[in-house]
């Protein structure tokens, strides 16, 4: 009876109580979104969306190289990494280092499709894999390293320049 009436009297009414169930049913709210091509993770036609991914990784020295932090084991500084194909940075002395990457165009989910590179440090050798893809967005990538037994840096020598002397003149 109450929905014949407003139906008669007010129909402009009844988009707004459309309206107005869709927005406080999510399940509903939902599929009519998937229905129009928009997911959680797209954005409206015309709008620009930007992202980013950021976290935190450690290098540390894996001296029973069965890949896994041991509380005996130290933190390793000065792990170069790269957050896919960003500019280097380096851990720092407690062997982790935060990593940023702007994502143009990304809604959501901007972790996908990001790999953290390390170099393997001068006189070690990796005991995990040296590059990490991301799987979620809170995931923390680890790098173990252990040191190579009897290496040893070996000496650079810097070259000289000559210098013409007088008698080198014309």
Request: net charge negative; charged share 15%.
């Amino acid at each position: 009876m109450m929905w014949s009436f407003l139906r008669r009297n007010w129909p402009w009414l009844l988009p707004l109580g459309a309206i107005c169930l869709v927005a406080a049913v999510p399940s509903m709210r939902s599929r009519i979104l998937w229905q129009m091509g928009l997911t959680p993770c797209s954005h409206p036609p015309g709008v620009s969306v930007d992202g980013y991914v950021s976290g935190t990784l450690t290098a540390w020295v894996d001296l029973d190289s069965d890949g896994f932090v041991d509380q005996e084991e130290e933190p390793l500084p000065g792990v170069h990494y790269y957050p896919s194909l960003r500019p280097m940075s380096v851990t720092g002395a407690d062997g982790s280092a935060g990593f940023y990457r702007f994502k143009p165009g990304c809604a959501c989910n901007c972790w996908r499709d990001t790999t953290i590179f390390v170099d393997t440090p001068p006189g070690y050798s990796p005991t995990t894999p040296t590059e990490h893809l991301l799987e979620s967005d809170d995931d923390t990538p680890v790098f173990g390293f252990i040191p190579i037994p009897g290496w040893s840096p070996t000496p650079t020598t810097t070259p000289r320049l000559r210098v013409p002397h007088t008698t080198d003149l014309p």
